[in-house]
Each structure stands twice: as structure tokens, then as C-alpha cells.
């Protein structure tokens, strides 16, 4: 197959979006297939990317790190038309994502979706959420979906929302799977862990809970923070390690200082992707009251690295952590301290039988042949309504044939 992605993001931008395209890109591509990446210019890219079609655009009026397509979209469409694309694949319901329906329309082949974000998390970006409503990206949402041949849902609640919003076209939950390699790191000393501790300033006989994520409000660290004063009471040992940056950064740091948790907290800011499974190895306990997930990479990661999981549940997480050696979920904000005295009590050790069938269930090989049975029964569906469309148009010929014998004959 020749497979176009279109989105807006893709690296060097980082984000989860970016990071689950590259990685189905190089699983379609281990499997034989072309893919193709139509996206958006970007300052920090390689003057040439084989295989990448870059259009001119600038950054997003509320995420200064994201852009948006402003021009070159007729230049795509011929470049696509020529490659003989067999299937579009969308990752963004805006400027690419709508290139690729047109181009899709035009070529008469399959558009599938991937419902990447839940954008009633993120609304308070746009004007402080006074002019975009969840009214409005229920209609927004179905309208552009119900457009595609089918859709990915990485989760159950994402599966639950679009239907909520009135969507009736396939869906079908493929979560996005991780080079386990990358995380479960062998490699990785007792001497690398030990030094990546003393960075940040954690002693041997502490325990060290690991958040990992952008810091933005969505992301709702805050109520981590919230929550430490109670946990320290209780067990003074216990530290936490906040690893990215983001805009909302100012507010976590005065939030520290309001709670005088500065010798509790530590804040390490973005590091490079190669060393992320150095902290997911050098914690105790990964940690995460986010709400605004669809999926998240983050928990697999942590999974891979063998790191057990004290997070805000919801249908996804119910089920990935599905054994009490992987961790814990809770159901609330204010359960998060609890939960993370309760579950440190325990003290268990990672099953090797559970970790295994796990590992399997994420892994990025596993995703991208749910991704190509997905494209296969879509193609076929599209064929369908292909021949479906070809009989209705002869038989109207046909009608229109006999009617106007009929008048010739009068």
C-alpha cells in the first residue's frame, strides 16, 4: 500500500501525536508498505526529509509550538495525485486533516482518522474557553469524522465521546503501541541510575515518584502538588521528580513554594528523548492525575520499564493496568495521596508472566498490524460503496433510457 499521513504535527515538534505517527510510519514501512507524510513547515526541520511533504505555515494562535497550514495545499494535492496514493490517513480534524478529505474525495479512495485529541480538555486556550463550547466541538467533530471512510480511537472513551457526538461511521480502538526496547533499556546500569538519583538530589533509602508529561493545565499536575503535603506527612521519605516543561510551569513552581515543598519537589525540565528511560528506571513509582488523555504514552513507557503506576483511572487505564503488581488507579483527584500511601505499602514486585503478556499488548509491532487489518477491511468497505455507487448511477442511465424511448415513442 501507499499510505499519506496528513497532520500537523510531526517531529521536531514533540508531542504524543508526533511520536505515534513516527512510530506507525516505521511499522508500515517494516511491513512493506509507503507511507508518505504531508505536514507543515517547521524552522527546526531538516532542509530534506525523504518521503516528508512540508506546506508553508505558521504557529497556532494559542500553542505557539504548534502551526497550522496557510498555503501549498494545491502543490500537496498534485504531489498525492501522483504518488497514486491507495489510503489517506488524517491525525488532525484542522488545516491538513481537511487537505487530506479533499484529496481523498478527489483520488476516490479511503480516508481514515485517528481521533488523536479531546478537545473539551483543552477549550480554556481558545479566549479562556468564552467562545469555543462543547456544543460546538460536538458539531465540529462529527461533521469532519462522518466524513471518513473510518476512524481510530486509541481508547474506549474516545470510542464513548464520538458516539456521544453523534458519529456513525466504523471506529475501532487501536491504542498506540512503543518500541519496547527504547524503555526497557537492559542497558541501563545500577551506576546510570544511581547518578541520575543524585541529580536530583534523591538518596538511596528515599522513594522517588516520577511525573512525566508537558506541564500544561490540562495535564493536572496541580493536583499531584495538592495532594504531596498529606503524603509527606506521613511518609517523609518520599520525593517527586517532575520531568518536561511547558507553559504552565510558573504556576506549578509558586504552587511548590505555597506548600513550602521545595525539599520535596524537584523540577528537571525537558530532556532529551534518549534519556527519558533513564528517569523511568531511576523512579519508584510513576504517578499522573491527568484527565485529559485519550491514551498517553506515558503509562506504556512506564510499563515497558518495568515502573508501577499509582494514576487517576479511566476506561483505558482500568483495563491496561489490569494486575496489582503494574499499580494502582484511583478515582479522584482528592484519592491521590491515599492512594499512593496505600499502594507503596504493599511493596510488590512486577510479575514476569504479567509483564510479558503486557509487553506484547503495547508494543508497536502489535499496533501496526492492527493498523493495516483496519486499512484492509476499510479499502474493502470503500470498494463496496464503489460498486454500490456504479450500480445506482446505471441504473439510472437505465431509467432515464427507457423514459425517453418511451417519449420518442409517443
Not at 18 to 25: D, G, N
Not at 78 to 92: G, P, R, S, V, W
Not at 186 to 212: C, G, W
Amino acid at each position: 500500500m501507499k499510505v499519506g499521513f496528513f497532520t500537523d504535527t510531526y517531529f521536531p515538534q514533540v508531542s504524543g501525536v508526533a511520536t505515534s505517527i513516527k512510530t506507525l510510519k516505521d511499522q508500515l514501512e517494516e511491513n512493506g508498505h509507503q507511507v508518505y507524510i504531508f505536514t507543515t513547515t517547521d524552522p527546526h526541520a531538516p532542509a530534506f526529509e525523504e518521503g516528508v511533504i512540508r506546506m508553508p505555515s505558521v504557529p497556532f494562535v494559542s500553542f505557539k509550538d504548534r502551526r497550522i497550514v496557510v498555503r501549498g495545499m494545491w502543490y500537496a494535492y498534485l504531489i498525492a495525485k501522483e504518488l497514486q496514493l491507495d489510503l489517506i490517513h488524517t491525525h488532525t480534524e484542522f488545516g491538513t486533516g481537511i487537505l487530506g478529505k479533499m484529496v481523498g474525495k478527489k483520488l476516490k479512495i479511503p480516508v481514515i482518522h485517528t481521533y488523536h485529541t479531546m478537545y473539551e480538555d483543552y477549550l480554556h486556550y481558545v479566549a479562556k474557553g468564552k467562545v469555543l463550547r462543547p456544543s460546538h466541538v460536538k458539531y465540529f467533530s462529527r461533521l469532519f469524522v462522518n466524513h471518513s471512510t473510518g476512524v481510530v480511537c486509541p481508547s474506549e472513551r474516545v470510542i464513548k465521546t464520538l458516539r456521544n457526538y453523534g458519529v456513525s461511521i466504523p471506529m475501532r480502538i487501536i491504542p498506540t503501541g512503543i518500541e519496547i526496547d527504547k524503555f526497557k533499556r537492559p542497558d541501563i546500569t545500577s551506576e546510570m541510575i544511581q547518578e541520575i538519583r543524585q541529580q536530583v538530589k534523591i538518596a538511596p533509602d528515599q522513594i522517588m515518584l516520577l511525573s512525566l508529561s508537558r506541564l500544561s493545565y490540562e495535564k493536572n499536575i496541580q493536583a499531584i502538588l495538592e495532594g504531596m503535603p498529606e503524603i509527606v506527612q506521613h511518609n517523609a521519605s518520599i520525593r517527586l521528580v517532575i520531568v518536561g516543561d511547558g507553559p504552565y510551569k510558573p504556576q506549578l513552581e509558586a504552587l511548590v513554594a505555597s506548600y513550602d515543598l521545595e525539599e520535596y519537589v524537584v523540577f528537571v525540565g525537558e530532556v532529551a528523548n534518549h534519556e527519558v528511560a533513564l528517569y523511568y528506571h531511576a523512579a519508584d513509582y510513576f504517578v499522573s492525575t491527568s484527565t485529559s488523555e485519550t491514551q498517553g504514552l506515558t503509562y506504556t513507557e512506564a510499563m515497558a520499564a518495568g515502573l508501577p503506576m499509582i494514576v487517576e483511572g479511566n476506561d483505558y487505564l482500568n483495563h491496561l493496568i489490569d494486575d496489582a503488581s503494574l499499580g494502582t488507579t484511583f478515582a479522584t483527584d482528592q484519592d491521590f495521596a491515599q492512594a499512593v500511601l496505600r499502594y507503596i505499602e504493599k511493596d510488590l514486585s512486577l510479575q514476569p508472566e504479567v509483564c510479558q503478556r503486557k509487553l506484547q499488548e503495547i508494543s508497536a509491532e502489535q499496533f501496526g498490524l492492527s493498523m493495516i487489518h483496519f486499512y484492509h477491511d476499510m479499502i474493502a468497505l470503500k470498494e463496496k460503496e464503489r460498486a454500490v455507487e456504479t450500480k445506482e448511477v446505471s441504473l439510472k442511465k437505465i431509467k432515464l433510457k427507457l423514459s425517453s424511448s418511451k417519449r420518442s415513442g409517443q
